[in-house]
């Protein structure tokens, strides 16, 4: 019965490649790849003769997995996704579910990964942390689950493309406060790049943002908590004001740095004792 082996591939650096990783390259018969004219350049520059080389994506896995068990019966197989660890936000979680559901051994090679390479030089607490991947891409729901973690004592590691690190980083302000953040751009590749700060202070400073981004976002810390007769006053005086439950949450998180669902509880206290419902 054959093995599975999740073989990481570099995520810039072509260097990053281990020994034991071209060693397991170069004797599989079959590699699975999210991207075969990637793995195939991989495998020459390293001086390695290509085995069969099959298209295992997001979009075809579903037809895949039966394939690959199949040549599993008698051989092992290796996966290889575009850069990074197999499985881990890239196609391969499922099909090391049905190896293992069928009775092979999966084998995981370590490697490079721009998560705890993010995470070790963002400066941030590394004792816990939570690794989200991508976030949903429109705004309200990456809210919605950001505002869910917002109480948590870990620091986050968050995946996110150029074109909405912008929208996702004014979001993590919006839900969390302006907490501590590092953006780490381009992980091992030519223009990596490191920019900490506050939240508001990365985005001001992220102009222009090109490249992969991996966000490090810090955890709930302890805190001096605000004065809730003070928060509460301010909320009943906006609600006088004709302000909706949606504003008055929105501007106490932003004046006192608490939680969107602890601001959504006082303005709903607050609409509920002082101006008219709406």
Do not use: W
């Not at 075969?36 to 495998?43: E, F, Y």
């Not at 997001?58 to 068990?69: A, D, Q, T, V």
């Not at 102009?207 to 909320?235: H, K, M, Y």
């Amino acid at each position: 019965m054959g093995r599975l082996f999740l073989i990481p591939t570099p995520i810039g650096n072509p260097a990053d490649i281990t020994q034991r990783a071209l060693d397991v390259l170069g004797r599989l018969p079959v590699l699975a790849c999210e991207d075969t004219r990637t793995t195939r350049r991989l495998l020459t520059e390293n001086g390695l003769q290509a085995p069969r080389l099959i298209s295992y994506t997001e979009h075809n896995k579903k037809n895949r997995i039966p394939e690959l068990l199949a040549i599993m019966a008698s051989s092992d197989i290796g996966l290889v996704s575009e850069a990074g660890m197999p499985a881990i936000s890239d196609p391969g979680q499922e099909l090391v579910a049905a190896a293992i559901a069928e009775g092979h051994e999966v084998v995981a090679l370590p490697g490079p990964s721009a998560s705890l390479a993010a995470l070790a030089v963002s400066g941030l607490p590394t004792r816990r942390f939570l690794f989200l991947g991508f976030l949903p891409r429109t705004s309200g729901q990456r809210r919605s689950a950001l505002s869910r973690l917002a109480d948590i004592d870990a620091t986050l590691i968050i995946f996110e493309s150029p074109r909405r690190v912008l929208a996702t980083l004014a979001d993590i302000e919006r839900a969390l406060g302006d907490r501590r953040v590092a953006a780490v751009r381009e992980i091992s590749k030519l223009h990596e790049q490191v920019v900490r700060g506050r939240v508001s202070e990365v985005i001001a400073k992220l102009s222009n943002p090109l490249g992969e981004f991996t966000l490090v976002v810090e955890g709930q810390t302890e805190r001096t908590e605000p004065d809730e007769d003070e928060v509460i006053a301010v909320a009943k005086s906006l609600a006088e004001d004709g302000s909706s439950t949606r504003d008055i949450t929105r501007r106490l998180q932003d004046s006192y740095a608490i939680p969107r669902r602890r601001a959504y509880e006082l303005a709903n206290r607050a609409r509920g004792t002082g101006g008219e419902k709406r």
